[in-house]
């Protein structure tokens, strides 16, 4: 453990009495002086400040002397220990950016003792490194996967430490999985390549360039005629030559040498990938000269290498799997198979027996297939297939990659996207499904206007209605699902919210299931609309409350709700892929029910899966749960294990706005008369919605002009004077509604808007860059579609 000087040298007892001395001398002959140059009681006065003075540094002197005998230098010994112990590279810088020690790997790696984070590393190696500095010194602890370090490849920790944690410590060490060549290359050029030297076996790791990476020994004896031989950099091809029969030689050996047999081992995917070689000698029939041994040696190369390899012999049994193998092919070591066969699903055995048989027989080269593993058959793997000669029993080698991870991530975004596609779906389905409703209803409100309370179909009309507002409530689902709902954002607490709504779920949970609800101090504000979220809070415990009931219909279960605060270091220790770094605000509800098998968690947030009886739900819970939090900017997970409940985690990012938030103000009261005058120019593309929307205003006593599409209200404007108030669709053909209305306020710039959609509102402002427009949502009633206009005409009117 090094250690530098300390900044400061500390004077020995002896050597502050000596400094007095010296100092007592210096003060009387200045005194003399004074007496002579001047008067007697300056001289008098400035001596007795001097022996005050000298008095004070025999206190300091004795105090000094005695703290620096009881109190020992910091040993750095247990810690120099320690350190030169590990593995890793390690330092210790203080608060002003010091190096106060650092061990021997740490010199070996960067060279000598350079500060963090001015090490020698490639790109912005050092930047990032100096950024990982600032965030530890703030929260604790940062880390870093990967920084290249004359293009090795590093991870790195770094620590506040210290009594007073005023202390950096800085861990670099080799990155886990980085770089399999570079690992695959010490192999090669180590001990193990010795062994493998001693049994006569020659490897060598060869770049895609042709250009050696590593050699043992015995390969650089035999190609250059000297183990100590320097061959890294030189081209493999130009130590080898054929003769007219096809048989390989060492070049400096010539024709005399010995053949030689050569055996490429596939560790790497892609063509910039290097090449592990194996070289191997033979006789002039073919057969190699190399012992039992010799094989064994190759087998431990393999199960020492960080990809998945296995041996099969000539009759198509495994010879030996390596631990990357086993863990690709989730094998059971209590029950290994005895065929390759054994792991995929049924339709696969045929094709692999064939072609584990081809290559057995003598087939060269390699090849690669897709095939099924039997424990995940929905998730094709690839397996090479490559001829292995000389190596004893075994005949073939079958690479597998362990692909869990891109696997993992291929099926997060097939089902990201698979959401997304379903979202548009449902938002269109929305759509059309509003225009249907709004003429169903606006119909049974023209009907409701001729027929009284007490009349034979006025009780028939008021069902047909109600039927239709619950359809209605079914399209705002998959408006929520699709994230095209309209939202009534505020900045609030989410404490508050479930405030409110516990009451309500304490009366949805019944006598049976516990309530329990526990926030966390010092959240941050979030915003989101308190209805939608209060919505996700109630979906979720009622979906809770059956999972529980469903485990025991007597003993009921427990339903906690917690919140609290996430700050950003504690999103990166999460280290998901999904989630972004940033505070968040969290909101968990778990229960103790039956929970979710694994096989449908993939698919509990599409719409209309269910899991219910047929007639018990709709299927719409959870995925409005889904989009009312991602349409809020939040992230939602699930995590569940059968028999064990589920638990949903919400994250809902921290509003940082300043500015004060101003209470709502209470609606006013709206007159109940909506009649009124004016001119009114309706445009809608579909013809039921127009013809119920045109004979409510017409009731109203508006007079109404209708078009059925842009251009053909732009040819109405065109002709006649200015309506009082233009409603239009925003989705039509030929022409949208919003370029309507930019070319019609060319010609009237005061025209007053009103918007009517299917669409959310907040979705439609983003996209329409027009102001003073009203919105009017879908499905619409009569009376809604007479006070919309009504306010619209007294606001122009007022301004």
Not at 35 to 44: F, G, T
Not at 220 to 229: F, L, N
Not at 597 to 620: H, S
């Amino acid at each position: 453990m090094a250690s530098r000087p300390a900044p400061f040298l500390q004077p020995t007892p002896g050597q502050r009495q000596a400094l007095i001395v010296a100092a007592a001398c210096g003060a009387g002959a200045a005194a003399i002086a004074l007496l002579i140059l001047h008067s007697p009681p300056v001289a008098a006065g400035f001596a007795a400040a001097m022996l005050l003075l000298i008095g004070g540094a025999l206190v300091w002197s004795r105090f000094a002397s005695s703290t620096a005998e009881t109190t020992p230098d910091t040993d750095w010994s247990i810690a120099r220990t320690l350190a030169a112990a590990s593995d890793d590279a390690l330092a210790v810088t203080d608060r002003a950016g010091r190096l106060v020690c650092a061990n021997e790997r740490y010199r070996a790696r960067f060279g000598g003792y350079p500060t963090p984070p001015g090490l020698p590393l490639d790109g912005s190696g050092a930047a990032d490194l100096a950024s990982a500095g600032r965030t530890a010194w703030r929260d604790g602890a940062a880390e870093l996967d990967r920084v290249l370090s004359r293009g090795a490849p590093l991870g790195v920790r770094i620590e506040r430490a210290g009594e007073a944690e005023d202390m950096l410590v800085w861990r670099f060490h080799e990155a886990q999985g980085s770089d399999l060549a570079t690992n695959v290359q010490a192999i090669v050029a180590g001990p193990t390549g010795d062994r493998l030297a001693a049994a006569g076996i020659m490897a060598a790791l060869v770049a895609p360039d042709g250009k050696l990476l590593a050699a043992n020994r015995a390969l650089r004896e035999r190609s250059m005629g000297h183990e100590e031989s320097v061959v890294v950099g030189r081209d493999f091809a130009r130590f080898l030559t054929a003769d007219a029969q096809g048989q390989v030689r060492f070049e400096r050996e010539g024709a005399k040498g010995n053949p030689l047999r050569i055996l490429q081992i596939p560790f790497l995917e892609g063509d910039d990938a290097p090449i592990l070689v194996a070289l191997l000698d033979e006789e002039e029939s073919g057969q190699p000269a190399i012992g039992a041994s010799a094989a064994a040696h190759v087998k431990s190369l393999i199960s020492l290498l960080p990809v998945g390899l296995a041996l099969v012999d000539r009759d198509g049994r495994f010879v030996q799997m390596n631990d990357p193998f086993v863990r690709a092919a989730q094998v059971d070591p209590a029950h290994p198979p005895l065929y390759p066969g054994d792991l995929v699903v049924r339709e696969d055995k045929a094709a692999v027996a064939d072609a584990i048989r081809k290559f057995a027989n003598g087939a060269t080269h390699s090849t690669d297939m897709a095939i099924r593993l039997k424990n995940h058959p929905d998730e094709p793997v690839a397996l090479t297939i490559a001829g292995a000669r000389g190596l004893g029993d075994a005949a073939v080698l079958l690479s597998l990659k362990d692909n869990g991870e891109e696997t993992r991530l291929k099926r997060e975004v097939a089902q990201a996207t698979k959401m997304q596609a379903v979202g548009q779906l449902a938002g269109g389905v929305a759509h059309d499904f509003n225009n249907i409703l709004t003429a169903i209803i606006g119909h049974c409100d023209l009907m409701s206007m001729r027929h009284s309370p007490g009349d034979s179909d006025y009780d028939d009309i008021q069902q047909i209605k109600a039927n239709s507002n619950r359809a209605a409530s079914l399209t705002r689902q998959l408006l929520a699902f699709s994230r095209q709902q309209t939202l009534r954002p505020q900045v609030l607490q989410l404490p508050d919210v479930i405030s409110e709504v516990s009451q309500l779920l304490k009366r949805l949970m019944g006598e049976t299931v516990k309530l329990e609800v526990r926030h966390g101090r010092n959240l941050g504000p979030v915003r989101a609309d308190p209805g939608q979220l209060e919505q996700v809070v109630v979906n979720l415990a009622v979906n809770a409350r059956d999972a529980m009931l469903a485990k025991d219909p007597h003993g009921g279960g427990t339903l906690t709700i917690t919140s609290r605060a996430i700050t950003a270091a504690e999103v990166r220790k999460l280290g998901n892929d999904i989630l972004p770094v940033a505070d968040y605000s969290l909101l968990e509800i778990a229960d103790t029910g039956v929970g979710i098998p694994p096989d449908i968690q993939a698919k509990i947030f599409e719409p209309f899966f269910t899991t219910k009886e047929v007639g018990k739900g709709t299927g719409l819970g959870l995925s409005t749960v889904y989009g009312i939090v991602k349409q809020s900017g939040g992230y939602i997970f699930a995590d569940s294990r059968p028999g064990q409940g589920a638990t949903f985690t919400i994250y809902f990012p921290v509003h940082t706005a300043t500015a004060p938030q101003t209470a709502r103000a209470a609606p006013k009261d709206k007159p109940a008369d909506l009649w009124g005058s004016g001119t009114i120019l309706l445009v809608e593309d579909e013809d039921m919605v127009r013809a119920v929307a045109e004979r409510a205003l017409v009731r109203q006593g508006y007079t109404v002009l209708t078009a059925e599409h842009g251009e053909a209200a732009l040819e109405l404007l065109a002709g006649g004077a200015q309506p009082d108030l233009l409603i239009s669709d925003v989705v039509m053909p030929t022409m949208d509604g919003p370029t309507m209305v930019r070319h019609a306020r060319e010609r009237h710039p005061d025209l007053p808007i009103l918007f009517m959609s299917g669409y959310a509102e907040e979705q439609l402002r983003k996209s329409i860059d027009l102001d003073h427009v009203a919105f009017l949502p879908k499905p619409f009633s009569v009376q809604q579609l007479a006070e919309a206009a009504r306010d619209v005409l007294a606001a122009t009117r007022n301004d």
